[in-house]
């Protein structure tokens, strides 16, 4: 058995502590429901609600990495596999997408811009912080990443190889 830190672990540690942060900001506002919630204090609740469908949507997508990482160690020359694999990841990937949108909506209305997106330095999620310089512009990428999981999935499950052409094997 592995020693130690694990994508499955990080996973579950990012997504818990992310839960604990909303719900202590929560309980912090139901504890006092007369005092009146400042601005600054309404301002960290929504940095603390857009941790946490970032932190989610991002162990997410790790979990199915994880699954299409398990594809290609057991498929064939030919590039064929178990594809429940690759259906589980598009679920993680869904749910990926899912907490994706909610960042987006949400700062969408309270950001201007990702101040780390920004830089030029920056290569994850994307290069080039001008075009990406907020979540929402990030997220038709994500889309299509999801799409195309769908797509080849399909095409898996038809029998049409990556390695092929119009059935041609190239």
């Known amino acids: 058995p592995h020693i130690g830190e694990t994508p499955y672990d990080m996973a579950e540690l990012v997504d818990g502590l992310a839960e604990k942060a909303v719900q202590a900001y929560r309980a ?3 504890e ?8 600054e204090i309404a ?6 609600d857009a941790i946490y469908h970032m932190s989610v949507s991002y162990s997410k997508k790790v979990l199915a990495a994880m699954e299409i990482l398990f594809y290609k160690a057991g498929m064939d020359e030919n590039c064929f596999g178990d594809t429940a694999l690759l259906d589980r990841a598009a679920a993680y990937l869904k749910e990926s997408l899912d907490e994706y949108r909610e960042l987006t909506e949400l700062t969408k209305k309270t950001y201007l811009f990702a101040n780390s997106m920004q830089t030029p330095q920056r290569k994850i999620p994307f290069p080039n ?27 898996l499950k038809a029998g049409k190889s990556p390695n092929q052409t119009d059935g041609i094997a190239v």
């Open 28 to 30: 912090m506002i139901e």
């Open 32 to 39: 006092n429901p007369d005092a009146p919630v400042s601005d």
């Open 43 to 48: 301002a960290i609740g929504t940095d603390i």
């Open 129 to 155: 912080g001008k075009t990406y310089g907020h979540w929402e512009n990030c997220l038709p990428e994500y889309e299509k990443e999801y799409e195309c999981l769908l797509k080849h999935t399909a095409e």
